[in-house]
């Protein structure tokens, strides 16, 4: 679920909204209100994004709670919100573990990535890769691998931003669809060439406070109709859901068939271990002064995150109690429109006070999808003009200028790439997409860094070897399963040629890329620059001489 069904979700929102068009001017009030504040925040940081450091890091001055704020803005895209409050709405338990694998993955990034990647980099991933390595090669895999992740998280993000802009507008032709998607790719370009990471920074942060914020009044407004008794909300849940107790037990989902507990695995591994290899998130480290800060970043983002995930709980069962699975899956059959139809059952079915908290919920999730895609595009931009630009093509020669113009021009194209896959996909099911993004975060990024910062035997080989092997084969797996063809919630649901029984890859393509990062050292006749590796341990666990 997780970011996997944004596109359906923002439909259904979209669809519960268009059905209050009489109050159309309000929302579009709110959302123009919203673009015009973002737009001010990303002039204003525009001004003072002077250098490089600026550009790619927000001139590493942000402190550790606004970086955390920032990076929980990053991380909940609006299928948190709207996937998550579905899937528990109709699976009870079974939907609430997608909460509990999102924030276990923090542990991770926490215990193993975040100070060492800080105090080793500079800019993006590639740095800490190729210190030890052969530059040229390593760069141009991490900055392949780091593009194609970021690509296919846009495509969810942009297709969902432009559907749910288009029914909100009443805007029915392709035409105007299509329209639609571009202006959404184009604020997309505007925010991450004015702005930078300062620019985009504070739209995540003022997003993220959006949130939690909306997520927080609802959150209230569910226990207040129980009389804030959590025991009574679940019983409720339970009796209304069809499946009484078993509705709070494990199993409803992920305990039917050995295959359905195989993916569930999968899936936990792929989002567990994903997170610490998300671009995004990574580049976000870079942004604190020092290691320290990073630290405390990921602290604060872990309780701004846990706080939002609890919240969950009261609007998924929230929704089963008040509306009902049948309902929900009447207007979405992976229940991505729970979360919008609880808000228009708060507000007051029909009423103004729907239509507004329709209106507000319909912001936020918008403000949520822009702020991921700018984040998603600096990180692509930046690795290109960083790793692949700079240091592939200029060999080390390029000025701080001539960079950061790369670094913009490849904002463009990037946001041309997105602009023509989200109108192509705004009619198709991304769920494939997303979560091929984090199987290759998971696959292809995590084993390397690891690799690089605690293994002294680790070779340029082995690099090339875990990052093309584990994107190769979590693109393969995943357009070979249920998710590509074969069922009818598939992208290509008229064809069939779906040999891999699991729908998250994980299970297969990550223990694999590590195995071929091992095997690839391993075989190689290169000899590991120990010297090189002991001065990367000692930069990783104390920052000395770290940027």
Known sequence: MSAAHTSHAVIQLAAETSSTSEHRPLIITLFAVFVAATLGITVWAGRQTKSASDFYAGGRQFTAFQNGLAVSGDYMSAASFLGIAGAIALFGYDGFL???????????????????????????????LAYRMRQRPVRTAAGVSTIVVSIFYLLAQMAGAGVLVALLLGITSDAGKILIVALVGVLMILYVTIGGMKGTTW?????????????????????????????????????????????????????????????????????????????????????????????????????????????????????????????????????????????????GLGTTGGAVMLAVISAVAFATILAVVAGLTLASSSSFAHDIYANVIRRGKATEKEEMRAARWATVAIGVVSIGLGAMARDLNVAGLVALAFAVAASANLP????????????????????????????????????????????????????????????????????????????????????????????????????
């Open 98 to 128: 997608y909460s509990i694998g999102f924030l276990v993955a923090w542990l991770v990034a926490l215990l193993l990535v975040a100070e060492p990647l800080r105090n080793s980099g500079r800019y993006t991933m590639g740095d800490v």
């Open 203 to 347: 739209v995540q942060m003022v997003k993220a406070v959006l949130l939690i914020a909306g997520a927080l009044l609802m959150t209230l407004m569910v226990l207040w109709k129980f009389d804030f008794n959590v025991s009574d909300l679940l019983g409720t849940a339970a009796e209304k859901s069809g499946h009484g107790s078993a509705f709070l037990e494990p199993g409803l989902k992920y305990g039917v068939t050995d295959v359905s507990k195989l993916d569930f695995i999968s899936l936990g591994i792929a989002l567990v271990l994903g997170t610490a290899g998300l671009p995004h998130i990574l580049i976000r480290f870079y942004t604190v002064p020092t290691a320290k800060a990073a630290r405390k970043s990921v602290n604060w983002a872990i309780g701004i995150i846990g706080a939002f995930y609890l919240m969950t709980i009261a609007l998924g069962f929230g929704a089963a109690a008040l509306i009902g699975p049948e309902e929900i899956k009447a207007k979405n059959p992976a229940g991505n429109a729970a979360a919008p139809q609880l808000a228009e059952y708060l507000g």
């Open 448 to 547: 390397t860094i690891l690799y690089s910062l605690f293994w002294k035997r680790f070779t340029t080989q082995g690099a090339l070897w875990s990052i093309y092997g584990g994107l190769a084969s979590s693109v393969l797996l995943v357009l070979f399963s249920p998710v590509v063809s074969g069922k009818a919630s598939s992208m290509f649901p008229d064809v069939d040629f779906a040999w891999f029984p699991l729908e998250n890859p994980g299970l297969i393509s990550i223990p694999l890329g590590f195995l071929l990062g091992w095997v690839g050292s391993v075989v190689s006749k290169e000899e590991p620059d120990r010297g090189k590796y002991a001065e990367l341990e000692v930069k990783s666990l104390t920052g000395t001489g770290a940027h």
